[in-house]
Every structure is written in C-alpha cells, then in structure tokens.
C-alpha cells in the first residue's frame, strides 16, 4: 500500500525547484554574456551518466553517478582558470555541508594550481552571493558556524553586483 503524498509539500518543492531552476538561467546569462564581451568562456559541466544497456539507434539506458565536479569551469581572458560551484536555497539557511567532499576535494586541488574557485549561494530573496572557496571551505572561522544565512552575508563583499539588464557580474 503506498502512502498518499502531502500535496502542500508537493507544491513547495516544486516552486522550489522551480525558483533553482530560474537562478541556473541566471547564472547562464551571465556566463553567455561574458562569453559575448570576449571575457571568459565558462561553460556547465556535464551531468556524469554511465550507460548500463544499448539500446541501439544511439539510445541506451543509464543513471547518473555521483558528481565529483564543480557546476561550471572555464577560462578568464588572460588565461586563468576559474570555477564555481553553484547552490541555492528556498530556506533561511545554505549548509556548508551542500558543497560534496568530492567537489570540495576537487575544488582544493585546483585552487592550489592557481585556479580562481567559487561558491555562488542564491537565496528566495533573488539575491545571490559569491564565496571564495577558501571561505567557504573555513566557513566556520569565518561565521562561527557550518551554515550561513543570508543576514549574514547581505551586507559583506560576497553579494554580486547586477547590470541593469539583470545580468550577475560574477567575475571581477
């Protein structure tokens, strides 16, 4: 017998997901307009399959593995590497704990290479906020405590500016 579904948390999670969807759109534009101004190209990374069954005609069966990587990678003009992992949140709260151990793994090799790395925290509000990934890494010493709430955060240097367009500059 299977339990019967609370329609009111259904909806929640939908408008969630929904609200997680808009700020990756968000965060495509502002990648597809650096990419216009000749600035960066920074690109999604791919969701990791392993196919389990050939179909045929170029069809298969698979699942998704576990990601190991950040959200997005690519080049600042110039040459430099740069990374972010991207998070957002409906609640009051983002766990520090939402960044993986394999991703932050990831994240603390590439940083000790040289690449510039990021977390980008979105909250409900619409606002979305850029952490070096050493603070968020040591997010602890630097909040006293493994999450951060957007009161937190407002009014110190990780808010993003927007362009009049609505575009995030999330590069500087």
């Known amino acids: 017998m299977s339990e019967k579904k609370d329609p009111r948390r259904q909806l929640i999670g939908m408008a969630s997901k929904a609200k997680g969807k808009q700020f990756e759109e968000r965060l ?31 069809k298969f069966v698979a699942f998704f593995e576990k990601k190991a990587q950040p959200d997005y990678k690519g080049t600042i003009k110039g040459g430099r590497t740069v990374m972010f ?17 394999g991703q932050a793994d990831y994240l603390d090799r590439h940083q000790e290479l040289g690449a510039r790395c990021y977390v980008i925290a979105g909250f409900s509000s619409g606002n979305v906020y850029r952490f070096p990934w050493g603070v968020w890494r040591d997010m602890k ?29 999330l590069l500087d």
């Open 28 to 58: 495509d534009r502002a990648f597809a307009y650096y990419k216009a101004h000749g600035f960066a190209i920074v690109e999604k990374t791919p969701e990791p399959m392993r196919p389990t069954q050939n179909l045929g005609n170029g």
């Open 85 to 101: 992992e991207a998070k957002f949140t409906s609640t009051g709260k983002m766990e520090q704990s939402r960044v993986l151990q």
């Open 141 to 169: 010493k630097h909040f006293g405590r493994k999450y951060v709430t957007e009161a937190d955060v407002e009014i110190a240097a990780y808010l993003v500016p927007v362009t009049r367009d609505g575009v995030l500059l």
